[in-house]
């Protein structure tokens, strides 16, 4: 039995225990709701409504401390001033939306009056960017007067330098903590465009343009263009200056913004299809006028009416091509793995395949419009379909007007950058050699040319001969019974075999599909060598299933036949050089040259 005495002392205990208990839930519920929290604010795919223009105290470009090793007065001058307030709209809201399409009578563009540049740019040394150094990016305007190189020092920190090509020097020299990258600089040069390179997705969601006084970058205006897009699409790959006073700003999802900097607000916008694959958008020597290519469609744009001057399939066979405009701006190129075709950009219409030289495709340019430069060394002769010369020494390129800026890459002279026209001197009188050497080349224009599609299976062989008599007209050369140069088709197989396809946004992993392989191989022979080869499967570098689809099933319906695009795109240089020993030599070109020597 309990007393009462006992029992009354007992009350307390209890009431006590039942108050330790009770917080001891409120603690429990208080740490699962702040989990739930946390993990809402962690997921990078939970749509955001965040504001597109942040306080400064959150920028990635408001100075922090830096353990760099730099001096306290360059610490001082290159990280970004907010010493005068930034231009920023209260509210973000959409501008036009654009469907991408052509327009109803179809494509139809009439380059202006544009003129080459109007002086001769200098070289410019630029001094303390050492071997260490990795230099990032590398931009000029559109006039061709200034320049900027973005180098990564090994501390961290980021060194930007501003280059004048009228006077040959560098104009500012900017070192911050910060990781930045300069896209673009403005046609007056007082204008740089930067987004944050930190590693991450999300960190390139804030771009802003800043003044450059005395080495130092004052913020003009910092904002978020694509707050609506969720994480990693709202990070900013590209964007460039167009126009009189605008901003050309890709996303990572596609989206294609068109910002007017006075008004500090989106014009108009349209989304292109980036799933997957990357993405293309450049701006030509016309500054209203932009091109574009993504895994479904190339075109062009005019951004002061806000229009689709064409839009058009990308050619059969490409996945993701790179593009560009020629000088005058009247051809496009389209660039993938190893070929390259040239559009004629008034109509969309496509003018020529080009071989190019194995190897990866890092940028293709047009040095003018006669001259294609691959990579920054390969300098292809569009006429000739021929792979004319290699420049050796630079790491990376940007041609304006017909001259192309050479940015150096030796341990010698890291980031001097080399203005030169092309091709230089040395080239053209090989390129006129050349033409005039009868033994140099097996197969040039004029010549007779035999056609053996023996090794064809025979309901493919009316097809594939039609196609190589085709392409062998359009090079100005002749079908005969018997030469010395013989073109062969040849297809083997089916075989099955296991081919990796990955599904995109599905975790990344590959799976293995069985395909039924065909290789389909064009041969240039001469005298039984061979002087130039192109080899291809049928099976698809890329597929998109439709609705209801397995992978397997598409693969199934695109690998049923022999890739037969193979001859009816043959795509052989105009000149084929003849071969050496068992070597075949279409893929050299004729000639070298160190930049440095040349200038």
């Not at 020097?169 to 987004?195: F, Y």
């Not at 021929?386 to 341990?411: K, P, Q, R």
């Amino acid at each position: 039995m309990i007393s009462a005495q006992q029992k009354n002392q007992k009350q307390p205990m209890k009431a006590q225990r039942r108050r330790s208990h009770l917080c001891l839930l409120l603690m429990i519920l208080l740490v699962f709701s702040e989990g739930r929290r946390c993990v809402a604010q962690k997921n990078p795919f939970k749509p955001t409504t965040e504001s597109p223009f942040r306080k400064k105290s959150d920028s990635p470009f408001t100075p922090v401390p830096s353990d760099s090793k730099e001096s306290s007065a360059d610490q001082k001058d290159g990280a970004p001033q907010s010493n005068r307030p930034s231009r920023a709209a209260k509210k973000f809201r959409h501008g036009k939306y654009v469907p991408v399409k052509s327009p109803e009578g179809g494509w139809s563009y009439t380059p202006g009056q544009l003129t080459p540049l109007e002086y001769e740019p200098e070289r410019v040394d630029v001094a303390e960017i050492d071997f260490p150094e990795r230099i990032k990016q590398f931009c000029v305007n559109r006039p061709g007067t200034l320049g900027a190189i973005t180098a990564q020092r090994p501390q961290g920190n980021t060194q930007i330098k501003v280059m004048d090509f009228l006077e040959g020097e560098v104009v500012a020299s900017i070192v911050t903590p910060k990781e930045l990258l300069v896209l673009d600089v403005d046609d007056s040069g007082q204008r740089l465009v930067l987004v944050s390179d930190k590693y991450g997705f999300g960190e390139k969601r804030e771009i802003g343009t800043f003044l450059v006084n005395d080495s130092v970058l004052v913020e003009e205006s910092m904002f978020i263009p694509f707050p609506d897009l969720r994480v990693p699409d709202l990070d900013v790959v590209s964007a460039d200056f167009v126009g009189d006073h605008h901003l050309l700003i890709v996303s990572f999802s596609g989206r294609v913004s068109l910002w007017d900097l006075e008004k500090l607000r989106e014009e108009c916008g349209f989304d292109l299809n980036s799933r997957g694959s990357k993405i293309q958008v450049v701006s030509g020597p016309d500054p209203d006028v932009i091109a574009f290519a993504d895994k479904e469609q190339f075109g062009l744009f005019d951004i002061r009416r806000q229009e689709f001057l064409g839009v058009s399939p990308i050619p059969e066979g490409m996945t993701s091509p790179q593009i560009a405009v020629s000088p005058s701006g009247t051809r496009l190129v389209l660039a993938e793995s190893e070929k390259a075709i040239v559009i004629d950009a008034i109509n969309g219409q496509i003018q020529e395949e080009i071989p190019l030289p194995a190897g990866p495709l890092t940028r293709v340019e047009f040095a003018n419009d006669e001259f294609l430069l691959v990579s920054s060394q390969n300098l292809i002769s569009i006429p000739d379909r021929m792979l004319l010369w290699t420049y050796i020494g630079a790491e990376n390129s940007v041609s304006i007007h017909g001259t192309t800026f050479f940015m150096m890459g030796g341990s010698s002279a890291k980031g001097t950058v080399i203005p030169m026209k092309l091709p230089d001197p040395q080239a053209v009188a090989a390129l006129e050699t050349a033409h005039s050497q009868p033994d140099l080349f097996v197969v040039r224009p004029g010549d007779s040319v035999q056609i053996d599609v023996s090794k064809v299976p025979s309901q493919f062989r009316p097809q594939v001969q039609a196609a190589l008599e085709q392409a062998l007209q359009d090079r100005e050369l002749s079908v005969t019974d018997k030469s010395d140069s013989v073109m062969t088709a040849s297809i083997t197989g089916p075989e099955q075999k296991v081919v990796e396809y990955s599904q995109f946004g599905r975790g990344g992993g590959a799976s293995g599909y069985v395909v039924s392989e065909f290789v389909s191989t064009l041969d240039i022979l001469w005298k039984g060598q061979v002087a130039w080869r192109k080899e291809r499967t049928n099976a698809p570098g890329s597929i998109t299933p439709k609705n209801g689809q397995s992978i397997q099933d598409v693969l199934r319906e695109k690998t049923s036949q022999p890739n037969l695009r193979l001859f009816e795109q043959a795509g052989f240089p105009r000149y084929v050089r003849k071969p050496e020993g068992q070597s075949a030599r279409s893929n050299e070109s004729l000639g070298q040259s160190n930049i440095e020597g040349l200038f």
